[in-house]
């Protein structure tokens, strides 16, 4: 199966993280999974009414969020996961005993994530909360970096293809000639 780890994407609110999961997920044939929605009614609330998580707001959801991708990969049915995942605690929280989990961090700039952010009527993180989001953000330095400004079917392509890049190369490591062995 293609892929067979899961995929996080990665960025602000307002990146894209839902519409881009959706087509990765569809494209891949795989399900997608938005972190907020495995958010507790705590949490909800509190962006909800402007303020910002705290670390330990955070770290049971994460925590929740690695379990849930670690039994997906112990059941080989990996998906497509929209997470903030802003700072490289977080990250290592998701990553614990999935080493292969792959990052996608969708890069978008302050101006525009306000534009977004603004135009989501009814959604529970408000747009005042963009800075804090931006102030949060350690950038990933093992992930693929996308210009989220483009179209989501152009991010889509490039993450499919550096998925497939990324499979190809790891069956060449894997084979025989790679390894020293032959079949004989």
């Known amino acids: 199966m293609f892929p067979h ?19 990765l997920g569809k494209a891949l044939g795989i399900p997608f999974l938005d ?3 495995f958010h507790p009614a705590s949490n909800r609330e509190k962006m909800h009414a402007g303020i910002p998580l705290t670390d330990a ?5 994460l925590e929740h969020l690695n379990k849930e991708l670690a039994g ?10 929209a997470c903030s995942a802003l700072r490289k605690a977080y990250r290592d929280t ?17 101006a525009t994530i306000e534009q977004r952010v ?8 408000p747009a005042k909360l963009v800075e804090s989001q931006f ?9 693929l970096e996308i210009d989220a400004t483009q179209s989501i079917e152009k991010t889509v392509e490039q993450v499919v293809a550096y998925l497939k890049e990324k499979a ?7 084979s025989p000639t790679a390894t020293g062995s032959s079949a004989q």
């Open 5 to 23: 780890q899961s995929i996080i994407l990665m960025g602000v609110s307002g990146a894209g993280k839902t519409q881009v999961g959706l087509a």
């Open 168 to 174: 190809g190369a790891a069956a060449v490591a894997n």
């Open 118 to 125: 603004s135009s989501r009527p009814g959604h529970f993180f």
């Open 94 to 110: 998701l990553r614990l005993g999935l080493p292969d989990l792959v990052f996608v961090h969708l890069r978008v700039d302050p």
């Open 72 to 81: 997906r990969q112990t059941r080989g049915e990996p998906a497509v996961l």
């Open 35 to 37: 972190a907020d929605d």
């Open 135 to 143: 102030a949060t953000l350690e950038l990933p330095q093992h992930a």
């Open 57 to 61: 707001d955070r770290q049971p959801w």
